[in-house]
């Protein structure tokens, strides 16, 4: 990590983590072989797990720690975060990122003089280095129903799913986006200021949507990074049916977020530039 001898924080990178100490040491190392070359601060915020995540302060010394007194979720456990943060920039990272070098860089120089966007997000892929579709349009109505149930095996849902997943995008181009995932994402301080944090009502879903959607609202783009990728550990927590909602608490997260998504977003239009 650069220190704080020279002048201005750039980057504050905000890593969430619930019972995941082992992928955030990882993603630690990464950070640090990396080199980032940017004066940047390293924040960790323990969402209530009890994970004793103090102890890697022993290997990495730098880096802030905060711990929340219980599991607030996806939107609250990373406005703990942001509220720390001093960089001009935020990185919101998920643990099981695996930073290449240079890939910081060429997000943050790619947004850095641009006051049009509002945030970037990078190609994500597999451990086998298969893409990850991480960029998506807005969702229609049935859009969950279809990714949830046997609906989204029929050829006309599955066009629906396609269309929202933006299979037709070449995904190594760089272009503008209705919504990024939430797993790795660069914003400037600024717009998160004008726009606002992270909306707590969704504890987890729909946090990242209802973000990058006020960000369109204030004018800003969405843009996604194509030349720029990262390997995302990805394992779908709220896998199933609808008949996991008895029995997947996660999957009932989802569902409660796409009502409120839905009900939040019902009367606003976003026309991408």
């Given amino acids: 990590m650069l220190h704080e001898t020279r002048q201005g924080m750039e980057i504050s990178i905000i890593i969430l983590s619930y019972k995941m100490k082992g992928l955030v040491r990882n993603c630690l190392r990464a950070l640090q072989d990396a080199q980032l070359d940017l004066l940047h601060e390293i924040i960790i915020v323990d969402n209530g797990s009890q994970d004793n995540i103090e102890e890697l302060q022993q290997q990495f010394p730098d880096i802030k720690i905060v711990i929340a007194p219980e599991n607030l979720g996806m939107g609250a456990g990373n406005n703990l975060g942001i509220k720390k943060a001093r960089g001009k920039y935020l990185l919101m990272l998920n643990p099981d990122i695996y930073i290449f070098p240079g890939a910081i ?159 939040k977003h019902r009367k606003t239009k976003i026309k991408i530039k």
């Avoid at 966007?117 to 129903?145: A, E, F, M």
């Avoid at 989204?152 to 997943?165: E, S």
């Avoid at 707590?200 to 959607?213: G, S």
């Avoid at 204030?218 to 909602?245: P, V």
């Fill in 105 to 263: 860089e060429k997000m943050y120089n790619y947004i850095k003089d641009k006051p049009d966007i509002g945030l970037v997000s990078p190609r994500l892929l597999n451990p086998d280095k298969t893409l990850q579709y991480t960029c998506y349009r807005w969702h229609q109505p049935l859009t969950p129903l279809y990714r949830r149930t046997f609906l989204g095996r029929l050829k006309w849902a599955q066009k629906k799913i396609d269309h929202f997943l933006m299979t037709d995008f070449d995904h190594q181009t760089i272009q503008a986006v209705d919504w990024c995932q939430g797993s790795c994402f660069l914003i400037p301080k600024e717009v998160i200021d004008q726009v606002g944090q992270f909306d707590e009502q969704f504890f987890m879903y729909f946090e990242d949507t209802d973000l990058c959607r006020r960000i369109w609202q204030k004018g800003y783009q969405i843009i996604y990074l194509g030349d720029t990728e990262l390997i995302h550990l990805h394992t779908r927590a709220s896998q199933g049916g609808l008949t996991q909602i008895i029995s997947n608490k996660l999957t009932r997260e989802h569902i409660k977020s796409w009502i409120r998504y839905s009900l």
